[in-house]
């Protein structure tokens, strides 16, 4: 539709007079239940594009949004009279650039590019799907909470315009229309790393006894010969089908340490490969007692699917890493019927600049003894116990990750400042396990110190959850994805003289890692 039919339409809505700024999609029938309605437009069956922007406002009446519908079909009919062409080189190719090919790209996680014409022209009725059901990108945070600077969940109107240009077949348009193709980092990185630390060389077998493949723990050499500050760091697996994830953290080097000997630990399981219970205040032992891993700093970066780079520079801020520091490195593969090597790299840009914020990785999570933890089956909506952490320093808090597996229902962060207000962070009411999505605040949350962080979690463990892989057991906290997990991982800058181990009191045990 035209901009000023839009417009016009538009006003015709606004009956509250609300500004407008996000639509979303809302089912016809949660029109009742959702009372933050300011106007209609669009006209998708059984859907009515809302704004957001009134919270707990007015209810409309059935008159009211019969009367509405009515309008809105004709601004619909308006629509399809008045508009120029869609084309992929004027339209769309820039919508894709944002917000797809981060991962729609060779060497990334998704399976097909979407760089040019020639790669997006078979998928365009796939895309049009994808982005109409908002599977594609994938976002889970609730659009009420927070703002994100990494959200990359498409605007009604961008949508809008892959619909038309699918409906049109699919037109290419013409070169000189087109954005400038965006110039991605060499080799696959997201990151374009100032130096790269080689990885742990690991064969992953085909088929091991009951598909487990326990975590293992690797030291390597960093080669940080003085203490360097990192403005970005990343993990880049060499084969993704294997990789379930990769996390590294910082060790002090000692002159005895052992590089590239992976150690774990047989965790006791049963026929099935499930985990055992634990008793009362037992963690799981992922290390041997004899361990050379000790002292290490806390997980610094992961690669999951959805995540694999962390960059503080939107932050101002960078990580120390001490000289001579080791890394070592958890490694979760998960066999694919095929052997493998896979050979994981780091990468590190270095500080240009003095850096006055240091960024910290950290994590909150539920007591995770089979007392405290221990999910009935069938149970469709399991309360884990929460998660909390208090604040023994400023920060700022500047990004979020929940953490479960398949059972994984629903997650909040909240914050409990001093003077007793509560604020939501982060919402995630569909969890979705194939996605372990960072989310980015877009505007730092400031926490002063004596501030909680309280993590709160569901789980569904019953058949209506597609991706429950047995729903007539009891599932305990355990590192395979048909164990369960609950943590909170999150970021937070500080003053760079902190002491990256004082800024938290956790209140609860918990497992590590992802
Ligand atoms: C965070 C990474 C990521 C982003 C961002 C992303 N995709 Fe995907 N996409 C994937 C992965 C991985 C798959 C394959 C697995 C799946 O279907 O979930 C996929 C699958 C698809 C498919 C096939 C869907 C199907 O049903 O088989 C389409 C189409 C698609 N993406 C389009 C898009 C479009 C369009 C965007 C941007 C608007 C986008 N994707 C953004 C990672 C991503």
């Given at each position: 539709m035209g901009q000023r039919a839009y417009t016009r339409c538009a006003e015709a809505y606004d009956p509250l007079g609300a500004n407008r700024p996000t639509l979303v999609?809302?089912?016809i029938g949660k029109l009742y239940e959702n009372s933050r309605i300011s106007y209609l437009t669009g006209k998708k069956k059984g859907f009515l594009l809302v704004s957001e922007t009134?919270?707990?406002g007015t209810m409309f009446s059935r008159l009211c949004v019969a009367s509405l519908m009515i309008t809105v079909a004709a601004c619909a009919a308006d629509t399809s009279t008045s508009s120029t062409p869609v084309t992929f080189d004027k339209d769309v190719l820039g919508i894709l650039q944002q917000n797809c090919q981060g991962c729609h790209r060779p060497g990334q996680i998704a399976p097909m590019s979407l760089l040019t014409y020639e790669n997006v022209r078979p998928w365009a009725k796939a895309i049009k799907a994808a982005v109409v059901s908002r599977k594609m990108p994938p976002w889970n945070a609730d659009p009420l909470y927070g703002h994100f600077a990494n959200d990359r969940s498409l605007k009604p109107s961008d949508i809008d315009t892959i619909v038309k240009w699918a409906d049109a077949g699919a037109p290419e348009g013409e070169?000189?229309?087109?954005?400038?193709?965006v110039k991605f980092p060499a080799d696959g990185w997201q990151i374009q790393p100032d130096i790269i630390v080689k990885g742990p060389e690991t064969v992953v077998p085909a088929r091991p006894k009951n598909n487990v493949i326990e975590w293992q723990f690797v030291v390597m050499p960093t080669g940080f010969t003085k203490d360097t500050w990192v403005t970005s760091m990343e993990v880049k697996p060499s084969d993704l089908s294997v990789t379930h994830h990769i996390c590294v953290e910082f060790m002090?080097?000692?002159?005895?340490?052992?590089?590239g000997v992976p150690e774990w630990v047989d965790q006791p399981r049963d026929d099935n490969g499930s985990v055992l219970p634990r008793g009362k205040g037992q963690r799981q032992q992922l290390l041997r007692p004899e361990t050379q891993i000790r002292n290490s700093s806390g997980i610094e970066i992961c690669y999951l699917p959805g995540i694999q780079a962390g960059d503080y520079r939107p932050f101002q801020a960078a990580k120390l890493v001490p000289a001579g520091s080791d890394l070592v490195f958890h490694l979760h593969y998960t066999p694919n019927g095929k052997e493998v090597t896979s050979r994981p790299l780091v990468g590190f840009t270095v500080a240009k600049e003095k850096t006055q914020r240091k960024y910290i990785s950290l994590s909150v999570g539920a007591a995770s003894d089979s007392e405290h933890f221990a999910i009935p089956p069938n149970d469709a909506n399991w309360a884990s116990?929460?998660?909390e952490a208090?604040?023994?320093e400023d920060a700022e808090i500047v990004w979020l990750s929940p953490h479960m597996h398949l059972r994984g229902k629903d997650f909040t962060f909240r914050v409990e400042y001093p003077d007793g207000r509560m604020e939501t962070l982060l919402q995630v009411p569909r969890y979705d396990f194939n996605w372990q999505l960072g989310y980015e605040l877009a505007q730092p949350a400031k926490i002063p110190k004596g501030t909680k962080i309280i993590v709160t979690a569901h789980?569904?463990?019953?058949?209506?959850?597609?991706?429950n892989p047995d729903p007539n057991r009891t599932v305990y906290n355990g590192t395979m994805t048909w164990e369960e997990?609950?943590?909170?991982?999150?970021?937070?800058?500080v003053d760079k003289n902190v002491d990256p181990k004082k800024i938290l009191k956790q209140s609860a045990k918990f497992t590590n890692g992802g």
């Open positions: 999609l809302v089912p009134l919270m707990g070169a000189k229309d087109a954005p400038p193709q002090p080097h000692r002159p005895d340490v052992k590089y116990q929460p998660g208090t604040f023994l789980y569904d463990n019953s058949v209506n959850n597609k991706f997990m609950m943590v909170g991982f999150f970021a937070v800058t």
